[in-house]
């Protein structure tokens, strides 16, 4: 009898033990996404309800604040439900969070891939993160109001027939009813667009002279006068005073978008925003890329800066059941054609091999660029070190110059900054 009840005892033991996950097998793995761009925040929200109305896997999604996502990822991982995917996009989150990164190499979702040139791959050849897009940016054109004002897209071939086409325009946007540029806003919303994107104009030349391979310790500033003359252009030539750049709560976008302005510097990921029924409604036609012109030798032959700060990583120190339901979750987005036209619909260039073709028409005249034979503008500003306190700086240094500052404080941020940037990122 004694036997017959201990083997009952050890029957129910077992079955408690699965009914409430003990074994392991049925525990219900969940997905935490940190996610990187603001922007994206709607569409992914919406996936996430998606597949778990699908799976039965929680699936959350935080996004964090434009500029702020080192310092909410920071905050985050030291919680005790730390995000399973989160962004490492550059050379530098690499080596702040290489240990953090589960190797993805023959992963689904890596296997996945078209190419492995967006990867984000440690000194050991671990891959940290796998991209999830690319994209370019440049200058939007309303090709409607560059018409409007007498001109066309083959009137801009660098900076100085862009300098002469937009100054022309902003003398007469009181009687064309339009202006030249959008505002240069320089909040933390829009900062980022001048101390990362426009910034990279003079770091890809440099680079590009230097033949750069990883973040070197300092830089010289070669080319900052090309990137005054394209900041004065847009801030000499809109609608906006330069003195209240940080402070107006500006909107380039919805400027752009009802047709106050020709040019808007920006990127792929705004086509989605910009032609939305129950946003601004502007006619794909109408919409235009082209390069960012500085006033560089050759630059007639420049394309879009192309490159992506996107790329996933998953955290190595989650549960083996997050782990697993992250990888899962993350090869449905990417291979599902679910998944795939989220994607390809919000960020266009998509480096999967079942992805629609994009109806985006920046990446096309990416691409026009790029069989002309014109060169690709690289995201070099992926090497900054402590990349948010060096931008932060930066725009600084910039608000003082728009207020009457000199323009010597934004060297002084931009190259003595980046050498204290590089020892304390590296000491």
């Known amino acids: 009898m004694k036997r017959f009840l ?23 793995g969940k997905v935490y996404w940190l996610n990187f761009k603001p922007e994206l925040d ?3 929200q919406t996936l996430a309800t998606s597949y778990t109305k699908q799976t039965g896997v929680e699936v959350k999604v935080v996004t964090a604040a434009s500029g702020k996502y080192e310092e909410t990822l920071t905050a985050e991982m030291d919680k005790s439900e730390a995000p399973t995917l989160f962004n490492v996009g550059n050379a530098a989150g690499v080596k ?11 992963t689904d979702a890596y296997n996945a891939l078209t190419t492995t040139s967006f990867n984000q791959v440690d000194a050991n050849g671990k891959v940290c993160s796998i991209g999830l897009c690319y994209e370019a940016y440049g200058i939007i054109v309303n090709q409607a109001l560059l018409t409007k004002a007498g001109y066309k897209l083959d009137d801009i071939k660098d900076f100085d027939s862009l300098k002469k086409v937009a100054e022309d325009i902003h003398a007469r946007a009181k009687d064309l009813g339009f202006d030249a540029f959008t505002s240069a806003g320089l909040d933390d919303s829009s900062s980022w667009r001048f101390s990362g994107h426009l910034a990279n104009m003079p770091l890809y030349y440099e680079g590009k002279d230097a033949g750069w391979t990883e973040c070197p310790a300092t830089i010289t500033g070669k080319y900052l006068d090309n990137f005054k003359a394209i900041w004065d252009l847009y801030t000499a030539n809109s609608a906006t005073d330069k003195t209240k750049l940080a402070t107006a709560g500006l909107d380039a976008e919805a400027e752009f978008g ?10 792929t990921w705004e086509y989605a925003n910009l032609t939305a029924a129950d946003k ?16 560089v030798a050759g630059e007639d032959k420049a394309g879009l800066c192309s490159g992506t700060e996107n790329a996933l990583a998953v955290n190595a120190n989650a549960s ?11 090869k449905w987005m990417v291979t599902s054609e679910e998944g795939l036209k989220c994607l390809v619909d919000n960020l266009g260039g ?12 920046f990446f096309a005249d990416g691409n026009a660029l790029l069989a002309a034979g014109n060169y690709n503008v690289d995201w ?17 240094a910039m608000v003082q110059y728009c207020s009457g500052g000199s323009w010597d404080a934004v060297k002084t941020a931009f190259v003595d900054g980046w050498a204290t940037q590089y020892k304390a990122a590296n000491s």
């Open 258 to 267: 009802k047709g106050e302005a020709v040019f808007y510097q920006n990127g």
């Open 350 to 361: 998509v480096p999967y091999k079942n992805a629609p073709e994009s109806e985006n028409p």
């Open 42 to 44: 709607e569409a992914l």
């Open 96 to 106: 702040t969070w290489g240990d953090y990164c589960l190797d993805l190499k023959d």
């Open 380 to 396: 070099t500003f992926n090497y900054t070190p402590n990349v948010d306190d060096w931008r932060a700086a930066v725009v600084n």
């Open 6 to 28: 201990s083997l009952l005892l050890a029957v129910i033991m077992v079955f408690t033990l699965a009914a409430c996950g003990g074994s392991g097998k049925g525990e219900n």
């Open 320 to 330: 083996e059941a997050d782990k697993t339901a992250t990888l899962d979750f993350l």
């Open 280 to 295: 601004y409604a502007m006619n794909a036609d109408d919409l235009a890329m082209i390069p960012i012109y500085c006033g």
